[in-house]
């Protein structure tokens, strides 16, 4: 059985490192493919590392819109809902509060139920989710539409 972690670690980085050393973080350069896949690798990556406040808080509201995108394209409906929801009730109330400078400042200001939330939602992509994305995203980009740097 194939490693699709693995597999779409080793795929999508190279979107990640065209978005980051070719266009110094400007997703604008980046077609819409290419927005979802750079910012499906940040998500995996920086969930299976720390989980999803580090993932927000390091990359912010835009990466976690592309994400979101390619995630609803390759039809993962249960994460669809489960980061939705967890953005939601956690980090959608800080989109204007005059507290924060950086998306890294929102850890001060989490409280119990937050971190409940967060936790919560750090488990189950961790015992399944993660690797649904990395097979449902795999296949769809790079078997089913061919999609290269």
């Known amino acids: 059985m ?8 080793k795929y999508s980085i190279e979107f990640c490192k065209k978005l980051e050393y070719n266009y110094n973080g400007d997703w604008n350069q ?6 979802e896949i750079a910012a499906l690798w940040k998500l995996v990556a920086d969930i299976n590392n720390g989980g999803f406040e580090p993932f927000f ?35 959608d109330k800080f989109r204007e509060d005059d507290r924060l400078t950086y998306y890294s400042d929102i850890h001060k200001y989490l409280t119990d139920e937050d971190q409940d939330i967060l ?3 750090d488990i189950g992509f961790w015992e ?3 690797e649904i994305i990395c097979r449902m995203a795999y ?11």
């Not at 194939?2 to 670690?9: E, I, K, N, P, T």
């Not at 980046?30 to 927005?35: I, N």
């Not at 296949?139 to 740097?149: A, G, H, Q, S, W």
């Open 57 to 91: 808080c390091n990359w912010g509201y835009e990466c976690y819109w592309y994400a979101m995108c390619g995630i609803k394209r390759v039809g993962d409906n249960n994460l669809l809902e489960m980061l939705h929801n967890t953005y939601v009730k956690v980090f």
């Open 2 to 9: 194939a490693d699709y972690v693995d597999l779409w670690d």
């Open 128 to 130: 399944s989710e993660g």
């Open 139 to 149: 296949d769809f980009y790079c078997v089913k539409l061919n999609k290269r740097v």
């Open 30 to 35: 980046l077609d819409q493919d290419e927005r």
């Open 119 to 121: 936790r919560d939602t």
